[in-house]
């Protein structure tokens, strides 16, 4: 089945611009979303279809796709953005699975 | 408001079984596929079942199926898991997630707090 890569943590100072990747085989001709989960809460969807924003989400959130990587890159991060960051792709060629990647932590120094 | 509760969760001996629900709230439940996604403790998520919004079209993770049996009432607006042959691996907090995209890709765009399923002897 496919495989998504993400490093498992991610630092950044505040102010700063935090760039958690997601590698995965010719990933840049599927659809990458990406979910942010706090502790003790459930996941909120932060990127859907590469790029696109659900309403309610800052514009500091941003997100591409090319080749073997995409990338969620957060602007002018806050202490607020702490928390861990899953990639998911939806593999139709086999059984329609939804994959995670392994989650990246992002702490805000 | 628009909401996923799940419930059902609990201790369960290795062997086991358990049904969990998830009640939906605030939208057309029979309009969306859902699924099942779990989180063992401290560990990433991993998607466990989808079903489509008629039950036509049913999936599973390996690590589940012949196991694991995801169902839905539309008219009671539930999902629901039935999890026999627990094993202790199956130890997570289940979620309730609501399926949205196109056929070129899916992803979840509403989820429930969770309902946390311990298998231990």
């Known amino acids: 089945s496919y495989v998504l890569t993400q490093p498992p943590s991610v630092s950044v100072a505040p102010g700063k611009t935090a760039r958690i990747t997601c590698g995965g085989n010719?990933?840049?001709?599927?659809?990458v979303h990406w979910y942010q989960q706090k502790p003790g809460q459930a996941p909120v969807l932060v990127i859907y279809?590469?790029?696109d924003r659900p309403s309610g989400i800052p514009e500091r959130f941003s997100g591409s796709n090319s080749g073997n990587t995409a990338t969620l890159t957060i602007s002018r991060v806050e202490a607020g953005d702490e928390a861990d960051y899953y990639c998911?792709?939806?593999?139709?060629?086999?059984?329609?699975?939804?994959?995670f990647g392994g989650g990246t932590k992002l702490t805000v120094l | 408001e628009v909401q996923l509760v799940e419930s059902g969760g609990g201790l369960v001996k290795p062997g086991g079984s358990l049904r969990l629900s998830c009640a939906a709230s605030?939208?057309?439940?029979?309009?969306?596929?859902m699924n099942w996604v779990r989180q063992a403790p401290g560990k990433g998520l991993e998607w466990v079942s989808s079903i489509s919004s008629s039950s036509s079209y049913i999936y599973y993770a390996d690590s589940v199926k012949g196991r694991f049996t995801i169902s839905r009432d539309n008219a009671k607006n539930s999902l629901y898991l039935q999890m026999n042959s627990l094993r202790a691996e199956d130890t997570a907090v289940y979620y309730c997630a609501r399926d949205l995209g196109s056929s070129g890709s899916r992803y979840f765009d509403l989820w429930g707090r969770g309902t946390l399923v311990t298998v231990s002897s």
């Open positions: 279809y590469d790029s």
């Open positions: 605030g939208f057309t439940f029979s309009s969306y596929s």
């Open positions: 010719n990933i840049g001709s599927k659809s």
């Open positions: 998911q792709v939806w593999d139709s060629s086999s059984d329609h699975l939804r994959v």
